[in-house]
């Protein structure tokens, strides 16, 4: 144990400490007040070479002016090993779950411990993992190890389409799940547990948890801590990963809190100065390696429905390919409330995909971008205006629309409705037949 000095000031979270040492701190070590040990401090920057800036991490309300700060020059050490399976953690590494002396003998990570991206590695595999929703499987299919968001504003059905997938493909085999819930409501997270407890997934599920109950450090922290613990699974355990946030969008608002508490002016649109960094940080730890591959589904809430926020739009670009889940879908009733022109994926080329899927994609967006005009001169002239071809493309739209409603498993209980697995191959082929089928009867 080794005293650092003293409390000089304490504004909010960030708490000032004038240091007496001559070796100080490194950044992103673990500081703690001397008679309450269970308050952490978190050392972010130095002022004047003797002020360590800190994090309040605990929030707690015990710190004082004056008071003696000490460390154990640790970072912050969370614990893993194959025992964390099926459990739950707070943004410490605590487990919520079960009691805190549970892991006290497992192996420890520091989760700020210095990690350079692996940036020799290229994406060997194109091997697709195979959801069972069809409007994901044909648009935006997940490719091992590459990064897809959900991206939509409140309540138009992210968090069902998160926990859908996670039930469809959390089983895989020599995988490994990751959950991460950043800034949502912390009742999403029971409900959560439950429903992968129900359909027996959680022995193959670690979920780490920053609701929005928890203060700004804890919550832009979360997503560090459980991408650490999803590193040691992957280069250690040789395990592939499949890493779920909901919602990525809370990580950059938590860090702009943050950078707001530190007092620095705001860029863009109101966000941080750091906002590229904030997220690169976690984007980075979120890669494949030749011990195995990290998959991550992103759900990305949009503020105000504005896809052109510039946090959802720095976040997009750091995706490979963005589900677009739009309102005015979610209301004219079709489920999952898939905008599918705005739906887009890096992913879908001949190379990856195969010819035919690559071409299937092709014609449907076609015609789906054709109805879009088409609605439009409906709207003026009626729909019997129309020639004989526009009005048979019109309603093969209407048919492919209709086609991508889908129910789902995680919902049976709220609607009533039975889920629907489907797999790619049934996919491709319901598909061509409704184009095929439309060509007979019109033309
Ligand atoms: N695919 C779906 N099937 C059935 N109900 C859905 C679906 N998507 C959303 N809903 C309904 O809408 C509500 C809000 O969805 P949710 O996923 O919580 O939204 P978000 O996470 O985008 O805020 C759900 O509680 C559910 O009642
Ligand atoms: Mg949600």
Do not use: W
């Amino acid at each position: 144990m080794i005293i650092v000095g003293n409390i000089q000031s304490i504004d909010g979270l960030i708490v000032n400490i004038i240091t007496t040492i001559v070796e100080k701190p490194p950044i992103n070590s673990i500081l703690f007040m001397d008679e309450f040990p269970e308050v952490l401090l978190r050392v972010i920057s130095y002022e004047d070479k003797y002020i360590a800036k800190c994090i309040n991490l605990t929030g707690s309300h015990e710190l004082y002016k004056g008071a003696k700060i000490i460390t154990e020059n640790k970072g912050l050490n969370i614990p893993v090993g194959e025992e964390i399976i099926g459990h739950v953690f707070d943004s410490l590494g605590r487990s919520i779950d079960s009691e805190d002396n549970k892991f006290n003998k497992s192996e420890q990570v520091d989760v700020f411990s210095e990690i350079k991206p692996d940036k020799k590695y290229r994406h060997q595999s194109n091997e697709i993992v195979e959801t069972g929703i069809k409007v994901i499987d044909f648009f935006t299919p997940f490719v091992k190890g590459r990064k897809i968001g959900i991206i939509g504003g409140a309540g138009v059905g992210k968090t069902v389409l998160t926990t859908e997938i996670m039930h469809n493909i959390g089983n895989k085999k020599d995988h490994l799940t990751y959950f991460v819930g950043i800034g949502e409501r912390m009742r999403e997270g029971h409900e959560l547990f439950n429903t992968l407890n129900e359909k027996k997934l959680l022995d193959s599920t670690v979920m780490y948890m920053g609701q929005m109950n928890e203060n700004a450090a804890l919550r832009s922290m979360v997503g560090l801590t459980a991408a650490r613990s999803a590193r040691y699974f992957r280069d250690e355990k040789k395990k592939n990963i499949l890493f779920f946030i909901d919602n990525i969008y809370r990580h950059v608002q938590a860090n702009n809190e943050l950078s707001n508490m530190i007092g620095e002016l705001p860029a863009e649109g109101g966000y941080q100065p750091s906002m590229y960094s904030d997220l690169k940080k976690l984007m980075e730890q979120l890669d494949s390696n030749d011990n195995g591959s990290i998959t991550t589904v992103q759900s990305v809430f949009i503020p105000s429905d504005d896809l052109s926020d510039p946090a959802v739009v720095e976040i997009s670009q750091q995706l490979d390919a963005v589900i677009v889940l739009s309102r005015s879908v979610f209301e004219s009733g079709i489920l999952p409330a898939v905008d599918l022109l705005q739906t887009n994926s890096s992913l879908i080329s001949e190379e990856i995909v195969g010819k035919v899927h690559y071409d299937l994609v092709n014609q449907v967006k076609a015609i789906l971008q054709k109805y879009e005009s088409l609605k439009g001169i409906i709207a003026v002239i009626g729909e019997s205006e129309l020639s004989q071809d526009d009005r048979a493309d019109y309603h093969l739209a209407q048919k492919l629309i209709e086609y991508f409603k889908q129910s789902m498993f995680v919902t049976e209980d709220l609607n009533g409705s039975p889920g629907q697995y489907v797999t790619t191959e049934e996919n491709l082929k319901s598909i061509k037949e409704i184009l095929d089928s439309e060509i007979t009867n019109g033309r």
